[in-house]
Nanobody, 128 residues
């Protein structure tokens, strides 16, 4: 079982920036994909960004050009840099992780089903 912990969520004004972090309870494997998701009250969980162990990334159209996913390989922590935030970005942000032990490196994915492990989330509130 891998435990994921997100941090960095807070309240910010529209136009501002935040950086979220996601750390795992164990060293991440050489073959993985991870994703950042968000869920606003009354809405379905949606994927916003993903990356895999090869550094390939994928973004939802709604955040392209504003959000960037990355990893600090020394600290083994993923980040979601969020710029030009607007009130529609208000949500609980969660990270998710999928590891594989054989076969190819999984492609980055912003859909829910590939992921085995999920964090509890961190609240981001953007005020106008």
């Amino acid at each position: 079982q891998v435990h994921l912990v997100e941090s960095g969520g807070t309240s910010v004004q529209a136009g501002g920036s935040l950086r979220l972090s996601c750390s795992a309870s164990e060293y991440t494997t050489s073959k993985y994909s991870m994703g950042w998701f968000r869920q606003a009250p009354g809405k379905k969980r949606e994927g916003v960004a993903s990356m895999n162990s090869l550094g390939a990334t994928r973004y939802a159209d709604s955040v392209k050009g504003r959000f960037t996913v990355s990893k600090d390989n020394v600290k083994d922590v993923w980040f979601l840099q969020m710029n030009s935030l607007n009130p529609e970005d208000t949500a609980v942000y969660l990270c998710a992780y999928r590891r594989v032990t054989s076969g190819p490196v999984p492609s980055p994915s912003t859909t829910l089903d590939p992921y085995q492990y999920w964090g509890q989330g961190t609240q981001v509130t953007v005020s106008s």
